[in-house]
């Protein structure tokens, strides 16, 4: 692996991150390229998400809940009593339909799997955005191991959707 602190004159920083901080974003990356690959046809976009994730859902893949940990973590971090935090305002959406959707689902009482599903997708596609354009960068990726990870758990599920789908 190339050495981190000839890096850090880019990104001051980054020679802080733990192990385990590096490790989550290395897994992060990976998954997403293969979600994004195999899952949205190499183009994600938050109407394909929300399109996936509805016809999982009239399919029967998210029967299971494997989804809801996550989702239910994307709620306890990004809403407080009825309200957006402002960890939320700092997911960054820039077109007000994802960003009202995901907001209303998470303020919800969660019963459509399918909005659960792509709320939290939408928040991974956040995630994506912001840190591979950048944002994340502007307020350090010290701490967003539990972010990182967390969407990680769900990338997984949905490859392992995926994967099924395509052994059918």
Known sequence: MQDLIGMERFAPGLTALSKEEMTAIHVFTILWTLFEAQALGTNAAPSKIVALAKRWGSDGHLDSYWHMPVFDYFKARYVGNGQPTHLFENLFFHD???????????????????????????IVYRFRNNFFHGTKWAYDLKEQRDNFEHASQLLEGALDVVRKIKSM
């Open 96 to 122: 007000e339909k994802s960003r009202t959707h995901t907001l209303a689902t998470l303020c919800g009482n969660g019963d459509d799997l399918a909005e659960c599903l792509s709320a939290s997708l939408l």
